[in-house]
């Protein structure tokens, strides 16, 4: 989500007071992935989808809760579809005053010495995620 949803943010339960806070859904969040759009935001949530499963979704909130939410779950499908079973991202730190015409396609991350950029493989069918070097021939 971090990659690819502008206005990605974790989500903390204050618990200053003594508090623990109340769970969102009945068994909890297990990540806290959220993203922000303005006056909206949507968080990634799952719930039980059978023994030893859980289904992936997104509960949103505010005028553009449902679109936020949506979007959410356009990414979790996309990467179901494209990349569970391929290659992950890869990551590369940069020196902080690399321009920005030498860093490849992808989320640049600027640190205060670095830039951390992160970048998926092409796709090379729709549907068909790039292998991973260590899948092929099985």
């Known amino acids: ?3 690819a949803l502008p206005g990605y ?7 200053s007071d003594g508090d623990p806070g109340v769970a969102v859904e009945e068994g909890g969040r297990w990540f806290p992935f959220a ?3 303005g006056d909206s935001f949507a968080y990634l949530s799952t719930r039980p989808a059978g023994e030893s499963r859980v289904e992936f979704g997104a509960h949103g909130y505010g005028p ?11 990414q979790v499908r996309r ?12 990551f590369t730190v940069w020196p902080i005053d690399t321009p920005e015409d030498v860093l490849p396609e992808g989320a640049v991350i600027t640190k205060r010495h670095t830039r951390v950029t992160i970048s998926w493989p092409e796709v090379e069918a729709p ?5 991973h070097p260590s899948s092929e021939g099985e």
Do not use: F, N
């Open 35 to 37: 993203t922000v759009e």
């Open 127 to 131: 549907g068909q995620a790039v292998p």
């Open 64 to 74: 553009r809760g449902g679109q936020v939410a949506k979007a959410i779950v356009e």
């Open 9 to 15: 943010c974790t989500l903390a339960v204050d618990t």
């Open 79 to 90: 990467w179901d579809r494209d990349y569970r079973r391929g290659r992950g991202p890869s």
């Open 1 to 3: 989500m971090m990659t």
